[in-house]
């Protein structure tokens, strides 16, 4: 009796795990498998059903749900659910989500994240998408593989803010960002903090992916190419020792105190609480930072090597971008309605510039006005830098997401002592090189 | 003396000979349909939630799988690449350094503010409860934020610190030699849960044996021995063996107090929190069931040694 | 032994008044009431250090946003309500609609929970049958394998089951036992209870049934309590199983809601997470405080009925 009993449950163990294993299997895009995106099918002539994703804040959700309840007002056909979520807890439910087949349609992507899912197949092409107006540059970021798979939803470009209080405090002037050299950035940061008490002359700058791309683009390298890694060992070294540079000068706080700023959230950064002169963002952060703060920041350009702005080689960067998921069930429905987000005015009305900058130039006109202040200062600096940009930097290939965790690990390691420069970046450049291959 | 003597050579041992062995083979069988009846539930919840996963787990462990792609077999590349994974091999380091110090230095404080509020006194549900808050709260962002904030190197426990005369120019949560202890402490703060349940066992003990050794004159020290600590046993094992197996587990606080880095420099990055990592973040879920899998057999060797240990000092009334 | 018989009806000690260990005093005398007295000192302090982020939280939820993180003290000068009237409409739904929805999942996983865990702790405990050293470690090596492995699975078997974005996965595999914690918690408060009264409720004539209901339940009040307790506590912080189950925010549990006011790219509503955070603390805390009566109550050991 026991032996049959054992032998039935082993059965049926093996049953239930062949069974969450051919689940698995069957997820695999394009295999039809599973029961497909949560909003469920709807091809019979009658409601397309979208699920829409996206991560924010009260503010961003509200506005989103005014643009789907707009949307729906005006296509009766078409059923939109919202899916907001939270930063960083977005992206473990997209991944449970999508292994089990029931990614949502309408996905905002990450410049992070945007290859680990294009290049797995897990994004639509959104050739159909009007693109035609956007400005140039914006487009490309969202390319996979010449595909592409993501819209840009928002001109960004990183930079850095300074916060005119504590300049004035110290009695230094801001600096003439269109000229300023390294050397430069690093004197009046280390002025900065000196004479006005701040720990931070200049925050969360060397431990930003970013700023290492603006770096490496000026000597003329890049993070990443279509084979890989596009920088060497020694190009890491020349950062960090920079960085120790800068760090000797006191223009960059002292070690624990770097280490502290590492991952903090917009609003407890340091300039944020008034303990930094600058510090790196993006600048479609602008109007969260002054909220959060209470000041105005003033936007500064990266320096250059030569002092001329204009061969800094910016670039503008998709703050996020609209995907679609290779599985959904409404594809017309979900490219309608990036196509009605991206050209339509009645999108831009209620959006603004939430996401960043509109990338159809029309749009942006016709936004500008309704601009909040911060965000008009924003679309300026966006337009201005035109005549300083160089081509868009490629989206980061799988397993390229993490560059920056892993650069600042190194980084911490060189502050405490705990590691030369040589030593670190030779390290470091082989861990993000095994990260690509997997 | 007599009636605590009585209780300390009581039914230590089973003695088996060989016709007390089949005598037990024979027994065991006894209760054959009531036992599987009671355990249905479970057995049900066992083959339909947690085996066919468990399995399934164990599969992945055995291919590279980026949970957006179908899993790809690779044998035992995994188990392989293992062996070199630096970070890895610091990430055990840094849990086994945490189970051996948080899991006993939390249960001796969660025992001994539970001995303390086991004798009557006034006010005992209100220290019960405030003592209980901090396990209420242990895991939330709220707490950790605040946690960050408390240890950093201009932060509230430095800012007293130097009230009483210290230097205290660390940054607990910035360096990465101290970050760990950050966390650490956060784990013995919240001694909550094994706390209530070391009072409710306290609460089990039956009053007579310690009215039996007053009537005998047996001071503190010998009734919490001999009467307090075998009869408590059972608790304390159970408290032991679970709080090692989660502490092996820990995740969240991990998690929330380094922002989901593990830093700095990988300093707190648990076993746990580098599982996600690699299988969340990194899209290896593959190599991250295989790490999973590794620390099954090594809580499962752990908790096999405490369980053949408990065998000489859990006293239990069966 | 009369007088220092403490013990009430039911064979339980009360919880105030001195416990038998110190019963062989003759009246207090001053060397008691400074011991007394040293002991309540000692615990207020401690209790101070430990609730003093809890003090802080409730002091930040009742501070504007752009002060928050820059006052570590306790003190706040101007009450700041708004965190409190605002946040309860800040998201999608009124937040009372979250807390609603944690109490369904809890209420569920409690009474699952009580059900399964003492019908398994029994037949652990108490009965003979084959293989159950090999249940039992099968159980324990259930809590050993971590959950962020087998979550994507898991989630594949509820979506073909059609489960996704109900609070089905979150309740149902409570009726099944797959909180081992509590079968094992259980199984070692039974395995305190001496056979003794099993064996007379057997010579009675009870069968197992009879016996479990009877005599088990009514003594494993404490493990009983602990767990009630326990379901409630970790499933009302339960975080990750709600948010890749539920898609449709009206159905967010509280945890999953108190996130959503977190945004580290651009700014987070810090007031309003506070202020919920601490709302949502209130039923957990009442709960504690009410059920730990019934931590207390001891069993009958006169050896009888």
Not at chain 2, 2 to 17: C, W
Not at chain 2, 51 to 63: D, E, K, V, W
Not at chain 2, 114 to 134: I, K
């Amino acid at each position: 009796m026991a032996i049959n009993r054992r032998q039935f449950l082993i059965g049926a163990g093996g049953l239930a795990a062949a069974a969450t294993t051919v689940g698995l299997a069957g997820c695999a895009p394009g295999s039809g498998g599973g029961t497909g995106s949560e909003g469920g099918g709807g091809g019979e002539g009658g409601t397309a059903n979208l699920a829409l994703a996206w991560w924010g804040n009260p503010t961003r959700n509200k506005n989103t749900q005014a643009m789907i309840d707009a949307y729906m007002k005006a296509n009766s056909n078409v059923k939109i659910t919202g899916q907001p979520g939270e930063f960083s807890s977005y992206w473990d439910k997209l991944a449970t989500q999508t292994a089990g087949g029931t990614a949502p349609d309408i996905i905002q992507m990450d410049m992070a994240y945007i290859a680990e899912y294009g290049n797995r197949g897990a994004l639509m092409d959104l050739k159909d998408v009007d693109v035609s107006k956007f400005v140039e540059g914006t487009v490309d970021s969202g390319k996979i593989n010449d595909t592409l798979v993501g819209v840009n939803a928002g001109i960004n470009t990183p930079l850095i803010f300074g916060n005119p209080k504590v300049f004035e405090k110290a009695k230094v002037d801001l600096p003439d960002d269109t000229t300023w050299t390294w050397d430069q950035m690093s004197e009046v940061a280390a002025e900065v903090a000196s004479k006005s008490g701040v720990p931070f002359g200049l925050a969360a700058f060397f431990t930003s992916d970013q700023m290492f791309s603006a770096f490496l683009r000026q000597n003329g390298k890049e993070l990443f190419n279509p084979d890989g890694l596009a920088f060497e060992p020694a190009d890491a070294q020349a950062w960090f020792d920079l960085m120790v540079k800068f760090q000797k000068a006191k223009a960059i706080g002292t070690p624990q105190q770097i280490s502290e700023e590492f991952n903090k959230p917009l609003d407890q950064g340091a300039l944020v609480v008034g303990k930094a002169a600058m510090q790196h963002y993006h600048s479609n952060q602008l109007e969260a930072v002054n909220a959060a703060s209470g000041e105005e920041m003033r936007l500064l350009r990266t320096p250059s090597l030569t002092g001329k702005a204009t061969e800094r080689k910016a670039w503008y960067k998709a703050s996020m971008l609209w995907s679609v998921s290779a599985k959904t069930k409404s594809p017309e429905a979900a490219v309608a309605w990036i196509n009605w987000f991206a050209n339509d005015p009645a999108a831009a009305d209620i959006e603004k510039a939430e996401r960043g900058i509109p990338p159809n130039s029309e749009l942006q006109e016709h936004v500008r006005p309704k601009l909040s202040p911060a965000q008009q200062t924003v679309a300026k600096h966006i337009a201005d830098i035109k005549p300083e940009l160089a081509p868009t930097p490629i989206a980061p290939p799988p397993g390229g997401g993490t560059l920056g965790q892993v650069m600042g690990r190194y980084q911490t390691d060189v502050l405490f002592g705990r590691a030369s420069t040589a030593d670190a970046a030779k390290k470091f450049v082989d861990e993000v090189k095994s990260n690509l291959q997997v | 003396m007599s009636a605590i003597s009585e209780l300390s050579t009581v039914h230590r041992v089973k003695a088996k000979t060989p016709e007390e062995k089949r005598l037990a083979a024979k027994e065991a069988g006894r209760d054959n349909k009531a036992g599987y009846l009671f355990l249905l539930p479970w057995l049900i919840g066992l083959i339909v939630i947690t085996i066919g996963p468990m399995l399934a787990s164990l599969y992945l462990s055995f291919t590279n799988y980026s949970l957006i792609q179908a899993p790809r077999w690779i044998g035992l590349e995994n188990y392989g690449r293992m062996l070199t994974d630096e970070r890895l091999h610091n990430s055990l380091k840094v849990t086994f350094i945490y189970v051996f110090v948080s899991t006993p230095l939390q249960l001796a404080v969660a025992l001994a503010i539970a001995l303390l509020l086991n004798e009557g006194m006034r006010g005992l549900a209100f220290y019960r409860s405030v003592f209980y808050l901090p396990s209420m709260l242990g895991a939330s962002v709220a707490i950790a934020v605040l946690w960050r904030q408390m240890f950093e190197v201009d932060g509230l426990v430095n800012q007293v610190l130097r009230l009483l005369g210290f230097e205290a120019t660390i940054s607990w949560i910035g360096d990465p030699q101290w970050a760990l202890w950050t966390i650490i402490l956060l784990h013995v703060w919240t001694f909550g849960s094994p706390m209530v349940i070391f009072l409710a066992g306290l609460r089990q003990i039956p009053g007579m044996y310690y009215e039996a050794a007053a009537v005998d004159g047996a001071g503190w020290w010998v009734r919490f021995t001999n009467i307090t600590l075998p009869l408590l046993s059972p608790i304390i094992f159970f408290n032991l063996v679970l709080q090692i197996i989660n502490a092996f587990q820990a995740f969240t606080q991990a998690y929330v107090v380094s922002n989901g880095s593990g830093g700095p420099s990988d300093s707190t990055m648990f076993y746990t929190l580098y599982l996600y990592q690699k299988g969340f973040v990194q899209f290896q879920m593959g190599y991250a069931s295989a790490m999973a899998w590794l620390l099954v057999v090594i809580i499962a060797a752990f908790t096999a040694i405490n369980f053949w240990a408990s065998k000489h000092w859990v006293f239990y009334g069966d | 032994m009369t007088d220092l018989d403490t013990r009430d009806a039911t064979g339980a000690r009360p919880i105030t008044g001195p416990a038998p260990q110190e019963a062989i005093h003759h009246g207090p005398t001053w060397k008691d009431h400074a011991r007394s007295a040293i002991k309540h000192v000692l615990l207020i302090a401690a209790s101070l250090v430990m609730i003093y982020p809890l003090l802080w939280l409730i002091a930040s939820s009742f501070r504007p946003n752009d002060v928050i993180f820059r006052s570590p003290g306790l003190w706040v000068s101007d009450l700041y309500t708004e965190n409190y009237s605002q946040g309860w409409y800040a998201l999608s739904n009124p937040f009372g609609q979250y807390i609603i929805n944690s109490a369904i999942v809890v209420v569920g996983a409690i009474a699952g929970n009580l059900f399964a865990c003492t019908l398994a702790a029994y037949a652990f405990a108490r009965l003979q049958f084959r293989l159950r050293s090999l249940w039992f470690a099968i159980m324990l090596l259930t809590i050993m394998l971590p959950f962020h492995v087998v979550v994507v699975p898991q989630y594949i078997v509820f979506n073909q089951l059609g489960w996704v974005n109900t609070f089905v996965p979150l309740i149902l595999p409570k009726f099944l036992a797959t909180d081992a914690f509590f079968v094992f918690l259980m199984v070692q408060f039974i395995r305190g209870i001496p056979k003794e009264l099993d064996e007379a409720a057997r010579i009675d004539g009870c069968g197992h049934w009879k016996i479990f209901s009877r005599v088990m339940l009514p003594l494993m009040g404490p493990a009983i309590a602990t767990t009630a307790i326990f379901t409630f506590i970790w499933t009302w912080s339960d975080f990750f199983t709600p948010l890749i189950y539920l898609t449709d925010p009206i159905a967010y549990t509280v945890p999953v809601a108190l996130r959503s006011f977190l945004d580290a790219t651009a700014g987070s509503n810090w007031g309003a997470m506070f202020a919920m955070s601490v709302v949502t603390l209130i039923p957990l805390f009442l709960v504690f405080l009410f059920g730990q009566r019934f931590l207390v109550k001891g069993i009958a050991t006169t050896g009888g009925k």
